[in-house]
């Protein structure tokens, strides 16, 4: 498995153990938000957020507040 799918099976698992109700996507260099979205989906190493495609293996951290997974790129 590789390290991008590592981390979708992780970010899947805490989706539902916190009941994530929206993700938000940030650049990491200045938290600078890009996207939120209350729908997302997951493929073999990447997240749909709203209707845009971001690579998992490039994520550089991650954060849940309340019921929102802040992802940062």
């Known amino acids: ?3 991008a799918e590592t981390v979708v099976s992780r970010l899947q698992g805490l ?5 994530i109700r929206q993700v938000e996507v ?3 260099s200045d938290s600078k938000l ?3 979205s209350d729908t997302w989906s997951f493929g073999h ?3 749909q ?3 845009d495609s971001y690579n998992l293996g490039r994520m550089v951290t991650f954060l849940l507040v ?5 992802l940062y790129f």
């Open 1 to 3: 498995m590789s390290s």
């Open 15 to 19: 989706i539902v153990e916190n009941d």
């Open 26 to 28: 940030y650049r990491y």
């Open 34 to 36: 890009y996207n939120r």
């Open 45 to 47: 190493e990447y997240i």
């Open 49 to 51: 957020v709203g209707n």
């Open 66 to 70: 309340d019921q929102c997974l802040c």
